[in-house]
Nanobody, 122 residues
Framework: VQLQACGGGLVQAGGSLRLSCRAS????????MRWYRQPPGKQRELVAA???????NYADSVKGQFTISRDSAYRTVYLQMNSLKPEDTAVYYC?????????????????WGQGTQVTVSS
């Protein structure tokens, strides 16, 4: 199982970016999908999460600014980021709870994408 994230880049303050993360491999089911970020010199933090039914949760710092969504048919999670600020600069990581058919298919395993850099200039 792999998670492939993309969509990061350099953007001016006030701009928008859309991150995507697609899961592939021997997947039986996907449960919660999440986006995290790690700003320079800081710890990784949870940004947003979405359940299979579409229930979402956001960090207080991004509520009303970021939107998480998922396309279950394509095993993809998205993060729409609007009104970006320099403090949103970070490496963004996706993660997913997945039942992997190559392992015990009754267990949920956490998988992570490789990270994508988002840089917001002032």
């Amino acid at each position: 199982v792999q998670l492939q994230a993309c969509g990061g880049g350099l953007v001016q303050a006030g701009g928008s970016l859309r991150l995507s993360c697609r899961a592939s491999g021997s997947i039986k089911d996907i449960n919660v999908m999440r986006w995290y970020r790690q700003p320079p010199g800081k710890q990784r933090e949870l940004v947003a999460a979405i359940s299979p039914g579409g229930t979402t949760n956001y960090a207080d710092s991004v509520k009303g600014q970021f939107t998480i969504s998922r396309d279950s048919a394509y095993r993809t999670v998205y993060l729409q980021m609007n009104s970006l600020k320099p403090e949103d600069t970070a490496v963004y990581y996706c993660s997913a709870e997945i039942r992997d058919m190559s392992r015990n298919p009754r267990n949920w395993y956490d998988f992570w994408g490789q990270g994508t850099q988002v840089t917001v200039s002032s």
